[in-house]
Each structure stands twice: as structure tokens, then as C-alpha cells.
């Protein structure tokens, strides 16, 4: 270089240089951290910056190419600068103390200091970054081409397609770990949704089902008298109609659709056959989002779980599936419901048969459901056998007591609960 050429210049020369660098270093780590699917929103949303963004990350080859090239042109252009900088100041000997110099400097300024802004601010970087990288891509495109054609040639030698890399679907656990590390961007109770309508598929109808003796349904082998009354009491949209057991169901009735009759009192078993509806059977062990579909495409909204062998073990609707997912829209009068006292600040009285899922998304409690369905099931499981009143155990920091037993199992049972953050309003038990 010219010894004409003033050592201000080369100085201003060598600060753009470094400058450039500096670039080249953050926007590289600040497109590569960006997250995809904040940034597809904001193409979606009409951002001419993320549209571009977008579309370099479609092929990330060429834009790594692209960086690359310029980075190692502006690094080798700042070494040579250096070098003649480090001549025309202290001769030979000043070489190597400048060549440390700006390594130190490209290091510290043009790389790590960069690089660690980029990653915590990558949006603020990419953007911009993405404006200037476009049009640059489409300028040195057959250089970048070029580079990319071996490139990709030792990479396809090593099984690798750089064409393919613009997949980024998430898995459904990867999805639910996303929703359940949302913070303050979602709503607490909106995750518990949003989780719940993904747990869908893990869960099955028995989990949630009524089981078979708590359905309340008419037997045509009784007196009609019971049964009216059933009508008139029950207060349910649906009736099963069977034959001397549950297992035996002709049908289905809707009691709003003979209001009429039954206020005028002309409503009598031959006129109830005439609103039958065809009752509708599931396989137990279908997955929620499975029946919710099936609901929709047979127009129905109840179901019967049927086992192997045909016998009725409970009934589905699709209230049932929804509340699995928004939780009890009364959660004060359901807990009552099924048998739940409140004794002390953590204690409860439960009813054994209480469905666990049930009992865990009321109180708020994590008790395992990967096994049986009932509080009863669960302690049995545990000790293997129906236990005398007064024994003691712990379920998954539970404490739990016996109360009172029946042959065939447990009648009721004494709940310390471990004092938990709420996410509803405190009362969520009814005071017997």
C-alpha cells in the first residue's frame, strides 16, 4: 500500500472494518436464536423486516454462506490493514504485538460482546440485520452459490440435507413444555387449558366417565310410578331406558322433549317408547380427543362405555370431555356432590369412590391417575388389601386415614392435603 496514504485513514479504514465484523458476528447468532414461530407471527402480521427474516431462514446454507463470506473478507481485509499499519509504525518487529492486538479486540468487540447482545436481544438484531442481508444475498448470489455447491456436497456425504433444514414442527411434548413455561405471556388458568386439551390423547373415558352405578336411568320392569318420578326428579337432559339392568339399554330419551305429557299427566310407558333414541356404545380405553371427534361426527353427545364383554361400565357426554378441559364451572356445589368435607384448613373428609381426576382437578391436588380410577382402587392397590379403619398410610405426601370400610372396600377416607397455591377461589369445598 501506497506510504502516501495518511494513517488516519488507514486507522478509520480499519475501525469500518471491525465494525462490519462486529455485524456480520451479531446477526449471525441473533437469526439463528430468533424463534421461529414469534417470528412466522410477525411475517403473518404483514412485518416486512420478519418476511425477509423468514424467507433467508428458509435456507440457512446460503445465509450462513453469505455471513461467512462477508465476515472472513472484512477479518482478512482488518489483518492486512494491521499489518500495514504495524510497518510504517514500528517496523518488522511491530507486527506480531499488533497481530495480538486485534485479536484481542476481534474477540472482545467483534465477537463475544456481539454475539451475547444478539442472543439476548435477537429480534432487534435479526430485523434490521434481515433488511440488508436480502438484497446483499441477491448481489453475491453466484459467489455464495458457488461456496454453497461444495459445501453442501461434503455435507450430503455425510447424510445431511441443508434443503430440509427449514423443518421445525414441534412434538406434542415439546409443545406442552412450551405452553407450561409461557410465564406471564398465558394466563395461568389459560395453560391448565391449553395443557389439558393436549393431556386429551393420554386420557381415556373411563378416566372421566359416570360409572355405571351412579347412572341414573329408566327400568321398564318397574312400578311406572318410580319411574315417573325419576323423570320428574333426576333433573338430567338424557335418560337411559333398560330392561331389568343397566346392561340392557333400549334407548334413549330426552325427558324436554314430552313436557307436555308429563305436565298434563298422559305420559305413560307406551307413549315414553315412542321418543326412544338408539343408544350409542363406545369400547372403553378411547382416548378423549378420539370420542370428542366421534361425538362430532355421529351428532351424538352421550355415550355408554361398554367393556369386551358388552356390559355397561359407565356413561360419557360431552360435558364430561369439556369440563376435562375449562375445569367445573362450579367447583363449591361439585365437590359437595361427591362427597367432600372440609374438617380443618387441610383436611378433608373424602368419599372412597371419588373418580381421582376428578378429586384432583376440584382440589387442586396431584394424587397419581396412572393407575386406578377411584380413591378406593388407589389405597387398596397400596396395600393390597381392604384395610380395618384407623390405618394409616401416604400416598405421594398425602397422609391418609381410614374412616369407616365396607366388605367389599372402602367407604370413606381422611385427606391431609400439603398446603398448595390455590388457583381458584378459596372455597372450593361445601361445610357439611
Known amino acids: ?77 482488518a489483518a492486512a490493514l494491521v499489518t500495514v499499519i504495524a510497518l510504517r509504525t514500528g517496523g518488522e518487529g511491530a507486527i506480531f504485538v499488533a497481530t495480538l492486538m486485534l485479536t484481542f479486540v476481534v474477540l472482545i468487540f467483534c465477537e463475544v460482546a456481539p454475539k451475547t447482545i444478539a442472543a439476548l436481544h435477537p429480534s432487534k438484531v435479526a430485523l434490521p440485520g434481515a ?179 358388552g356390559d355397561v361400565q359407565g356413561l360419557i357426554t360431552t360435558e364430561d370431555i369439556v369440563r376435562e378441559i375449562v375445569g367445573d364451572l362450579d367447583p363449591a356445589a361439585k365437590a359437595s356432590d361427591i362427597g367432600i368435607t372440609r374438617e380443618g384448613e387441610h383436611t378433608y373428609v373424602v368419599d372412597a369412590s371419588t373418580n381421582i381426576r376428578q378429586l384432583n382437578r376440584l382440589m387442586n391436588w396431584q394424587l397419581p391417575t396412572d393407575g386406578p380410577k377411584t380413591l378406593n382402587g388407589l389405597i387398596i392397590e397400596r396395600l393390597e388389601t381392604i384395610p380395618d379403619p384407623g390405618t394409616n398410610l401416604t400416598v405421594e405426601e398425602y397422609p391418609l386415614e381410614i374412616l369407616s370400610t365396607t366388605e367389599h372396600g372402602i367407604r370413606q377416607v381422611r385427606v391431609s392435603a400439603p398446603d398448595v397455591e390455590e388457583e381458584s377461589p378459596p372455597l372450593r369445598v361445601a361445610h357439611n
Open 1 to 77: 500500500m501506497n506510504d502516501d496514504v495518511p494513517l488516519g485513514l488507514l486507522f478509520g479504514l480499519l475501525i469500518v472494518l471491525l465494525a462490519l465484523s462486529a455485524f456480520f458476528s451479531s446477526t449471525e447468532t441473533a437469526l439463528m436464536s430468533l424463534n421461529r414461530y414469534r417470528l412466522r407471527h410477525r411475517a403473518r402480521s404483514g412485518q416486512r423486516a420478519a418476511r425477509l427474516a423468514e424467507a433467508l431462514l428458509k435456507r440457512p446454507d446460503r445465509l450462513i454462506g453469505l455471513i461467512l463470506l462477508g465476515n472472513n473478507a472484512v477479518n482478512l481485509g
Open 131 to 309: 433488511m440488508i442481508y436480502y438484497p446483499l444475498l441477491k448481489v453475491a448470489y453466484p459467489v455464495v452459490w458457488l461456496i454453497n455447491l461444495f459445501t453442501n456436497g461434503l455435507l450430503r456425504l455425510l447424510g445431511v440435507r441443508p434443503e430440509l433444514a427449514s423443518s421445525h414442527s414441534l412434538s406434542a411434548d415439546e409443545l406442552r413444555t412450551v405452553v407450561a413455561e409461557a410465564g406471564v405471556m398465558v394466563p395461568r388458568r389459560h395453560r391448565r387449558m391449553l395443557l389439558s386439551i393436549l393431556d386429551l390423547d393420554s386420557v381415556t373415558v373411563d378416566d372421566v366417565m359416570v360409572p355405571r352405578q351412579e347412572i341414573v336411568g329408566i327400568d321398564l320392569e318397574r312400578d311406572w310410578k318410580e319411574n315417573l318420578n325419576v323423570i320428574q326428579n333426576s333433573g338430567f337432559n338424557r335418560l337411559p331406558v333398560y330392561r331389568d339392568g343397566i346392561d340392557d339399554i333400549i334407548g334413549v330419551v330426552r325427558p324436554r322433549q314430552f313436557l307436555c305429557e308429563l305436565a298434563s299427566g298422559t305420559l305413560n310407558q307406551e307413549r315414553l317408547m315412542k321418543y326412544l333414541r338408539e343408544p350409542y356404545f363406545v369400547p372403553e380405553g378411547t382416548p378423549l380427543n378420539r370420542q370428542l371427534m366421534n361425538f362430532q361426527q355421529h351428532r351424538r353427545r352421550s355415550a355408554f362405555v361398554v367393556d369386551e364383554y
